[in-house]
């Protein structure tokens, strides 16, 4: 059984990898043991194909991202509560939202150097497209670092793009529907961080 439903799914490996670019945070689970790890940590896509992460040797999930072990990755797009309102048609309530899901084989990478070059590549990515702060490769602080951190690789085995924006609704219903997402996200995160800050 597929679910969520064909509709829902989108396996365009383009499309996959345009939401891991734009939303890095990803959700990292490992299994020891019949017991879960669970990390978040940016991940970025390189140009062969795989996911170049960092992670704190102090941190016990690190044990598990290296020695080709399996992992799951979940990357988190744009989600929101949908109100029947919205439709021209009568409709249920439902929430929308785009989701990744990988299945990998992770490997630690030991140099210090490609390390230092991951670090460095990865801010830049993250500084895209405006680039107002450049980590300089002799940044002391950075170097000082490189001993507390550890670099790892992930092959993708599997992708499974879900992506549920009521596209088994009429034209303008599926429009109205992303219209929505657009405005939720940006309102309910102004509103939260009013509340908690």
Known sequence: MNYPPKIHQDNDINHIIEVIKTYPL?????????????????????????????????????????????????????????????????????????????????????SKDALKDSIIKMTEFLEAPEHKYVLDPDNQRMLGALDYIEMFEITIDTWEGKFKLSQDKKPQDISNARTELIRANHESIEHFLKKVF
């Open 26 to 110: 990803a959700t990292l689970i490992s299994v020891k043991d019949n017991s879960p790890f669970i990390t978040h940590l940016p991940l970025i896509y390189n140009e062969s194909g795989k996911l170049i992460g960092h992670i704190d040797k102090q941190n016990p999930h690190a044990a598990l991202l290296k020695n080709a072990q399996p992992i799951t990755i979940l990357f988190s797009g744009p989600q929101c509560y949908i109100s029947p309102s919205i439709y021209t048609t009568t409709q249920l309530p439902t929430w929308n939202y785009i989701k990744v899901h990988l299945k990998g084989t992770v490997h630690a990478i030991e």
